[in-house]
């Protein structure tokens, strides 16, 4: 499925040898790499307040309007109002401030932590970095903005706070009126500073490289809930002011989450770009930040794919192990310093580049080789793809989770780690360290378990029995409040199968990719670079539906179920990975047609799987989301002799213009993300896919699903 195309094949392949060919030594006599990112102009931030992307970029009138009013303030007003906050002593920053949040303890404490990386030869560090933060107790509680159901739904929905039908131009007045109520005063950050905390920061990683040392500073983040909504401002040494917002104690949260932040191999991401946009990958996330700015979300949920690594193969390091002749003396290539110099580089300078315009992040899914502990074992084994699955995965940890294994240490008994939603599993075989999932609150009644699917992976496992069991003792404790779990995976676990694809691709008699291994025809993008399989085998083997992980599904399936049902617990899954928005569903199977189905209420087997994926990658060909509409519409027997049915749920009932939609209600092919609420009337939780209107004008349509809250009674 993660397939950008036929087209797109060809380019990759094509560019692959051009890596190749030109890759040569500069006059130290190292290789020139590919990615080398340097650091952002003196005392210039990564990180982007949400109102600079409320406006649409080609939205210029409005902006001239705002020029014209502070031409005729005098000078002194003038130029206070356009004057930016200088950093004292001085950083230079590479990426950051990145936002994490940990959870909320007993005692309504908000736990989270910014992240910063500083190129050490533009910094002064005497002092040592400080963050500000402060927040006003009394602030009053944000109002909601005016709004109405998601566009399409065959459901009577209520008032929904995400308007998908605020698609309109924002001017850059609405942008300051954005957070003031009818009077004009401040309803979201307001003026009045109550509370201010200074953080030190914390030393916990120094990547050494060509262009010197680069510091990466950790800030833990306390902040005690109250009655109402907090926007929180901060800022390091003194610099620009950005800010954030939490719930009020007791309050579940807004969120969003996506998934797939990148393009595959060959892909033109010109080609997703529309009028006044910079790039292909702005126009979903310019949709996603309007929607904070009208009623910001608490947290940002990444649900995979944060980054697309494979271009790490383009590094002149490497190039002469993946154009080596498959068989032993490539297994057997060593790890040199070149090489292992080669992937830190390339993880740092990617990871900084890619994460200078992302908002907050956090997942636990490994993304930097698509696949990883999906290949063979001998592959898996050999020494350079260990070490790419080793430094991804302490990169990821890193960039991602905030987390130094080698100096927070792995005991994740409380009080023993930073992060206290950590739950610690055991060290798989190919990434050197225990897999990191993390089980949090989204608010009193909903919590969400972001499963580490990665670090103990094998070709025909995805979890060990330990970690499962780890997982599902720290389930069981969860408070009695606790109606609602997300369970965050980064591949669907309720998809369509595509077995025969597999065994077509996993056949040694498949025409077509013998004469990818020879090179022939231009069909060498059908295989991949490490051992010459099929290109899109190791994706079908990632899956939870593919046949190597069927009993492993099956048996998590019905662990849960049986959980849900003891605890009084809805779970919902939430994935990405597979490049279209989806909906499946598991519920209790009644012996087929004719037979009244358990309503969902009271059906502890109901659990869907809200699919969001891609929020910039490009859709599956057309020709493959027909194939996979066509299979949704079957009902799958795999789970019938645990009582449970399989199935997708029909909610793509038009297309985003409006027009009916006759075949293929079931997937919905275009870039999207998703918004997520709790409604406190009804105790749903609802899911708003936000689609693509129409490819790179960053306006969406909303199809909403919302998700019963349990009412059966708990018991074994």
């Known amino acids: 499925m993660d397939n950008a195309g036929w087209h797109a094949q060809r380019r990759a392949a094509k560019d692959s040898y051009r890596y190749f060919s030109r890759r040569h030594r500069g006059s130290d006599g190292q290789y020139v790499p590919e990615v080398v990112v340097g650091p952002l102009p003196n005392g210039q931030l990564s990180t982007q307040s949400p109102s600079d992307y409320a406006s649409r970029p080609s939205n210029v009138s409005s ?3 705002h020029s014209t009013r502070l031409a005729e303030m005098p000078p002194a007003e003038r130029a206070k109002a356009q004057r930016i906050p200088q950093m004292s002593p001085l950083l230079q920053f590479m990426v950051g401030p990145l936002l994490r949040y940990d959870t909320i303890d007993m005692n309504g404490v908000w736990h989270g932590a910014a992240l910063i990386v500083t190129a050490d030869a533009g910094s002064f560090y005497d002092p040592v970095p400080v963050l500000t933060y402060q927040w006003d107790p009394e602030e009053p509680t944000r109002a909601p903005n005016s709004s109405t159901s998601s566009t399409f739904s065959k459901y009577d929905l209520p008032p929904h706070p995400a308007d998908p039908h605020a698609t309109t131009l924002l001017s850059w007045e609405d942008v300051e009126k954005i957070g003031k109520d009818n009077e004009g005063s401040s309803k979201g950050c307001t003026a009045t500073i109550d509370q201010t905390q200074r953080v030190i920061g914390q030393e916990i990683y120094i990547y050494s490289g060509r262009g010197g040392t680069f510091t990466f500073w950790r800030f833990p983040i306390r902040i005690q809930l109250g009655a109402n909504e907090l926007c929180i401002k901060y800022s390091i040494n003194g610099g620009i002011q950005l800010s954030f917002y939490v719930p009020a104690f007791r309050q579940n949260m807004r969120w969003a989450t996506y998934s797939c932040n990148g393009f595959s191999a060959g892909v033109n991401p010109d080609d997703f770009r ?6 292909g990958y702005d ?3 310019v949709d ?11 947290v940002l949920v990444g649900g995979g794919d944060q980054l697309y690594c494979d271009s790490v193969t383009r590094e002149p390091e490497l190039q002469d192990w993946v154009h080596a002749q498959n068989g032993p003396s490539k297994l057997a290539h060593p790890v040199t310093p070149e090489i292992a110099e080669c992937l830190d580089r390339f993880l740092f300078n990617h990871y900084c580049a890619s994460f200078r315009h992302v908002l907050s992040c956090g997942c636990t899914h490994l993304a930097d080789i698509d696949g990883f502990g999906s290949y063979p074992d001998d592959l898996q084994s050999c020494p350079i793809f260990q070490a790419i699955g080793a430094r991804g995965y302490f990169f990821f940890l890193l960039f991602q989770c905030f987390i130094n294994p080698y100096l927070d240490g792995l005991d994740d008994r409380p009080g023993r780690h930073p992060f206290k939603s950590l739950i610690l599993g055991f060290q ?12 949090a609150p989204l608010g009193p009644n909903v919590h969400i378990l972001m499963l580490d699917c990665r670090a103990e992976r094998r070709k025909d496992r995805v979890c060990s029995d330990a970690q499962y069991r780890k997982m599902y003792d720290h389930i069981k404790q969860l408070p009695s409040s606790v109606e609602h779990l997300i369970v965050q995976l980064g591949i669907p676990i309720a998809y369509p199968r595509l077995v025969f694809l597999e065994t077509a691709l996993d056949s040694k008699l498949n025409p077509l990719i013998a004469l990818g291994r020879n090179r022939t025809f231009g069909l060498s993008g059908l295989v991949n670079k490490f051992n010459s399989e099929a290109e899109l085998l190791d994706d079908l083997n990632d899956h ?3 046949k190597v992980h069927k009993k492993e599904r099956n048996f998590f399936i019905q662990e849960l179920q049986g959980i849900a049902k003891m605890k009084r617990l809805r779970i919902t899954f939430l994935s990405g990975d597979v490049h279209c928005a989806a909906v499946g569903v598991l519920k209790t199977y009644t012996g087929g047609k004719g037979n009244a189905e358990v309503p969902p209420l009271v059906d502890f087997r109901y659990m869907i799987n809200v699919v969001t994926s891609a929020i910039v990658n490009t859709p599956p060909p057309v020709a493959v989301i027909a194939m996979v509409s066509t299979l949704a519409t079957k009902m799958h027997k795999t789970l019938h002799y645990a009582q449970t049915d399989e199935t997708m749920m029909p909610i793509f009932t038009h297309e985003p213009d409006g027009t009916v939609r006759f075949k293929n209600k079931y997937i919905m092919g275009r870039r999207n993300w998703c918004a997520v609420r709790w409604d406190g009337r009804t105790g749903e939780v609802m899911f708003d896919l936000r689609v693509e209107r129409e490819k790179g004008l960053g306006t969406s349509v909303g199809y909403e699903v919302r998700v019963p809250p349990p009412q059966w009674a708990p018991g074994p």
């Open 63 to 65: 902006s001239a309007m």
């Open 274 to 279: 529309g009028p006044g946009f910079k790039s």
């Open 283 to 285: 126009p979903m996330w």
């Open 288 to 298: 996603l930040l309007q929607k904070h700015s009208q009623e910001p979300f608490h």
């Open 428 to 439: 798989g075989p190919f990434v050197g360290l225990p897999s990191h999932s993390f089980l």
């Open 544 to 546: 939870w539906t593919a």
